[in-house]
Each structure stands twice: as structure tokens, then as C-alpha cells.
């Protein structure tokens, strides 16, 4: 086990794809993420992850949040969107650094995010529940998108 050490959460851009905002987070274990060719693979396959269906299938608003995190093993990409109104939906992949192309599923067999990939589902969670869940009948999409989250933890 090796000891805590902060890494850098940083909110990069609200991105539209297809039909869908996604606001796109980083995390890196490093002064930075330095990672852009990862970053635009990462981005390159939304469009594909964003059709992933589960045994829930519940409706959704066509709003979710990427976190890319380049992480000790390898560049781990976490795609989510809210269904059923209050139920997160989340795909997790990993890339190793020396194939930015290829994208390996690695959740449905238990695993869930790291501790710092939770700092920014925390922050989204009580986003959406501020904006959106507390605000019915008119929830506030575009406060919800533009409540955004950056910091070192």
C-alpha cells in the first residue's frame, strides 16, 4: 500500500455529442493531465459509449459526465448519465498509455470508481439534486451543466 497523495481534478469542457452535453472532467496523478492524445481518443468514443445499454434501461435527459483519469495503471475513462431521474448509469474503461486507441471494459464485475473519481460524482450528485431533483417541475438543465467542479484532493 503506498501512502495518499493529492491528485488534480479539473473540469475541461462541456462537450455535445450527438444529441447528448457532456461535461468532461480530468484527474491526474501528476502536477497535470498530459495526456492529450489520450483526451481525444477518450473523446472519440462518446459517441459509442453513450448507446451502452444495462438491465435498468431507465429514460434519461441525454446529459452525463466523462471523467478521464490518468491513473498508475493506465488512463481509466468513466462515462456517466443520471436515469430513472435519481440512478447514476456507469461504464468504466481502461487504457494503457501505450495504446491510447484501445478501450477495455473493465466494469460489471464489481468494481467501482476511486476515491478520487468519487470526489466528482459526490459533486455532481449534489448538483443534480440542487438543480434538477429540487426544482421539479422546472428543473435548471443549464444550471446543472454549468455547476462544474476543479480542485486538488
Known amino acids: ?20 452535453q457532456i461535461k468532461i472532467y480530468t484527474i491526474s496523478k501528476n502536477d497535470a493531465f498530459n495526456h492529450q492524445d489520450l ?12 448507446e451502452l445499454k444495462n438491465s435498468f434501461n431507465s429514460a434519461h435527459n441525454n446529459i452525463g ?13 468513466l462515462i456517466n448519465w ?10 468504466i474503461f481502461m487504457t494503457k498509455y501505450d495504446t491510447p486507441n484501445t478501450f477495455i ?6 468494481l467501482a470508481p476511486c476515491i478520487w473519481e468519487l470526489e466528482i460524482i459526490n459533486h455532481e450528485r449534489l448538483a443534480w439534486t440542487s438543480h434538477i431533483l429540487k426544482q421539479v417541475p ?16
Open 1 to 20: 500500500m503506498t501512502n495518499y497523495k493529492p491528485r488534480k481534478i479539473k473540469f475541461e469542457e462541456l462537450c455535445m455529442v450527438n444529441d447528448w
Open 39 to 50: 483526451y481525444k481518443s477518450t473523446k472519440a468514443q462518446l459517441s459509442q459509449w453513450l
Open 65 to 77: 459526465f466523462l471523467i478521464i483519469h490518468a491513473g498508475t495503471e493506465g488512463v481509466f475513462s
Open 82 to 91: 443520471w436515469v430513472g431521474n435519481n440512478m447514476l448509469n456507469t461504464h
Open 105 to 110: 471494459k473493465i466494469s460489471g464485475d464489481g
Open 138 to 153: 422546472k428543473p435548471d438543465y443549464n444550471a446543472y451543466l454549468n455547476a462544474t467542479f476543479s480542485k486538488e484532493l
